[in-house]
């Protein structure tokens, strides 16, 4: 285009623009002018924004329990011939789990245990216990029974029924542990319920496996880092400090033995120190021995096993103990972090700096959660956290549908290197990670209003907590 018809078409488009953004500015057919300068106009928030009081949330926590009593059965069956199995005391050669809408032996549900077994502490509710011991048992039982056989299931052979689906759970992930995944979040669970005194006899025997693969099975770097070798040789999984340090640390407090809280700090001493990003106070999720340089990609699920796990260690761990302060720094810090990139609909995203990514919930969840234990723990001030997840549990209670499903979770996950492989994982309601973070959110921020977060409330238009004393 020539000068002079370039000029006058830029000018049409900067007057075309400046008069858009005139009309932008004009005011309205409004409310009365006194009212709009008094602040009292209401906004339109897209979630709600007072703090949740401790019926409402007990009310979302009992729509998330109704609907996995129906959609994560307890279903014993004989694995050659499909038949179900209905009574324990009764038992062919052969048991199985039979596969449903949700499994309840893998490393997802060992965190909906958790929450559960909180959820029944906080509340006093005991459908929360009788849900998370009844499917507890039940495994224990039928991996002890398969324990008492001369010869184990050959684990190698599919674990299909035949002609074909559905599938069944063989237990082999109780017998046989070979990885992280297998053994740290069941393990947790199983260790919480024992010292909650539900049948500590039954449980120790399939505990024990998984704290052996957790201390000497697992692969490890020179310094006793856990690692995998996968996708590439010596990888540090965040995710893995979720997989290993709550049950390290509820074997502490079990037995007593400190080697297990010093195991337990020292993952989390090592995996900041080469994946915690100070500059953002946030982690990257893989970490690869010799990549330089090492990209580092935020993913929300991953900085929340980490904030979890850690959160989970200080519960526990001997307030004398020689790293106990280094571990609370770090966790002071992770929550900053984390608390600075907030969407302002009151969830993290995907990969928690990029906010054009999308909102996710499980990650969500686990911040929320966290957080408030942080507070009602004395971690954490609720002058300044408390309004963090005030917002945080109303947008994940937003996402429990009028069937109890928690939406918005981004499904499993291995590790990427590039943004677009965060970006686009898919979401479903099906999506087992946000079940137990969703219970163990809504139990600690009903502590919170019991406790520190007694007093929360709007005033002068924003959400108030009260200071609360530290502990340490």
């Known amino acids: 285009m020539p000068p002079l018809p370039r000029l006058i078409a830029a000018t049409?488009?900067?007057?075309?623009?400046?008069?858009?953004?005139?009309?932008?500015?004009?005011?309205?057919?409004?409310?009365?002018?006194?009212?709009?300068?008094?602040?009292?106009?209401?906004?339109?928030?897209?979630?709600?924004?007072?703090?949740?009081?401790?019926?409402?949330?007990?009310?979302?926590?009992?729509?998330?329990?109704?609907?996995?009593?129906?959609?994560?059965?307890?279903?014993?069956?004989?694995?050659?011939?499909?038949?179900?199995v209905e009574r324990l005391d009764q038992l062919p050669t052969r048991v199985?789990?039979?596969?449903?809408?949700?499994?309840?032996?893998?490393?997802?549900?060992?965190?909906?245990?958790?929450?559960?077994?909180?959820?029944?502490?906080?509340t006093g509710d005991a459908r929360y216990r009788d849900y998370a011991a009844n499917r507890i048992t039940t495994i224990a039982t039928l991996a002890q029974h398969i324990r008492a056989q001369p010869v184990l299931p050959d684990f190698s052979i599919p674990a299909t029924l035949p002609p074909g689906p559905p599938r069944f759970n063989n237990l082999r992930s109780v017998l046989r542990p070979h990885s992280l995944d297998d053994s740290g979040s069941m393990a947790a669970a199983f260790l919480k319920a024992a010292r909650a005194g539900v049948s500590p006899g039954l449980l120790r025997p399939s505990i024990d496996p998984w704290l052996e693969w957790i201390s000497r099975g697992q692969h490890r770097l020179s310094d006793g880092t856990l690692a995998r070798n996968r996708p590439l040789a010596d990888t540090l999984w965040l995710d893995d400090l979720y997989m290993s340090v709550p049950a390290l640390a509820q074997m502490g407090a079990l037995t007593g033995e400190t080697r297990y809280f010093d195991d337990a700090a020292a993952q989390m001493l090592q995996y900041a120190r080469r994946m915690f990003v100070p500059e953002k106070k946030l982690y990257m999720h893989g970490w690869v021995q010799g990549m330089?340089?090492?990209?580092?990609?935020?993913?929300?699920?991953?900085?929340?096993?980490?904030?979890?796990?850690?959160?989970?260690?200080?519960?526990?761990?001997?307030?004398?103990?020689?790293?106990?302060?280094?571990?609370?720094?770090?966790?002071?810090?992770?929550?900053?972090?984390?608390?600075?990139?907030?969407?302002?609909?009151?969830?993290?995203?995907?990969?928690?700096?990029?906010?054009?990514?999308?909102?996710?919930?499980?990650?969500?969840?686990?911040?929320?959660?966290?957080?408030?234990?942080?507070?009602?723990?004395?971690?954490?001030?609720?002058?300044?956290?408390?309004?963090?997840?005030?917002?945080?549990?109303?947008?994940?209670?937003?996402?429990?549908?009028?069937?109890?499903?928690?939406?918005?979770?981004?499904?499993?996950?291995?590790?990427?290197?590039?943004?677009?492989?965060?970006?686009?994982?898919?979401?479903?309601?099906?999506?087992?990670?946000?079940?137990?973070?969703?219970?163990?959110?809504?139990?600690?921020?009903?502590?919170?209003?019991?406790?520190?977060?007694?007093?929360?409330?709007v005033s002068d238009s924003a959400v108030q907590f009260k200071p609360s004393p530290a502990r340490f």
């Open 12 to 84: 049409i488009v900067f007057a075309s623009s400046a008069c858009s953004f005139v009309h932008a500015q004009t005011p309205s057919a409004a409310p009365d002018p006194l009212l709009i300068n008094s602040g009292r106009v209401p906004p339109a928030y897209p979630v709600p924004y007072p703090p949740a009081g401790i019926e409402e949330i007990k009310a979302v926590l009992d729509h998330v329990l109704t609907n996995l009593e129906t959609a994560s059965p307890i279903q014993v069956i004989n694995p050659e011939t499909g038949v179900p």
């Open 292 to 457: 330089e340089p090492h990209p580092a990609f935020h993913w929300g699920r991953a900085n929340g096993w980490a904030i979890v796990a850690l959160a989970e260690l200080l519960s526990v761990l001997p307030e004398d103990h020689p790293r106990s302060a280094a571990l609370l720094e770090l966790f002071r810090a992770h929550a900053a972090g984390i608390a600075a990139v907030q969407g302002t609909a009151g969830l993290w995203h995907q990969l928690l700096d990029r906010p054009a990514t999308f909102e996710e919930t499980s990650c969500s969840a686990m911040f929320t959660y966290a957080l408030a234990r942080g507070i009602n723990l004395g971690w954490l001030d609720a002058l300044a956290y408390g309004p963090v997840v005030s917002l945080g549990w109303n947008a994940v209670a937003r996402q429990v549908n009028a069937e109890g499903y928690v939406e918005g979770t981004c499904v499993g996950t291995g590790m990427g290197f590039d943004p677009m492989f965060y970006a686009h994982r898919p979401v479903s309601p099906y999506a087992a990670h946000a079940y137990g973070p969703v219970l163990l959110a809504g139990a600690e921020m009903i502590a919170l209003r019991q406790g520190a977060g007694k007093d929360a409330l």
């Open 96 to 122: 199985a789990l039979r596969a449903g809408r949700f499994s309840i032996l893998s490393y997802e549900w060992g965190v909906t245990y958790a929450g559960m077994l909180l959820t029944a502490d906080i």
